[in-house]
Nanobody, 123 residues
Framework: QLQLVESGGGLVQPGGSLRLSCAAS????????MGWFRQAPGKEREGVSC????????DYVDSVKGRFTISRDNAEKKVYLQMNSLKPEDTAVYYC????????????????WGQGTQVTVSS
């Protein structure tokens, strides 16, 4: 069974950066598109970014375009989210997700979730 474990969250000042990591316990990640979701208090979970199984295609929610970058290392079975120029509105629990597809579909069907990591942007 595919299991995902996130790390890298924390408290950062506005304008700062964080890098989230997601480690997968699976034989291979080659057949999974991967993504990151977030959920702020009182809000619905939203798809932040996704990356296709090969890494050749990515997608981002408009609010993070130009600031966040998703990447993956299939050999290491890891997915990353580099977050720059962080804003208070980025504060949320961030979840790693494995999709049921090989292609990137940001709000598509998710087969497995991580436990989440808290990101707090505050001065």
């Amino acid at each position: 069974q595919l299991q995902l474990v996130e790390s890298g969250g924390g408290l950062v000042q506005p304008g700062g950066s964080l890098r989230l990591s997601c480690a997968a316990s699976v034989f291979t990640l080659d057949y999974y598109a991967m993504g990151w979701f977030r959920q702020a208090p009182g809000k619905e979970r939203e798809g932040v970014s996704c990356i296709s199984s090969s890494g050749g295609s990515t997608d981002y929610v408009d609010s993070v375009k130009g600031r966040f970058t998703i990447s993956r290392d299939n050999a290491e079975k890891k997915v990353y989210l580099q977050m720059n120029s962080l804003k208070p509105e980025d504060t949320a629990v961030y979840y790693c997700a494995a999709y049921r597809y090989t292609y990137c579909s940001r709000n598509g069907r998710v087969d497995a979730w991580g436990q989440g990591t808290q990101v707090t942007v505050s001065s």
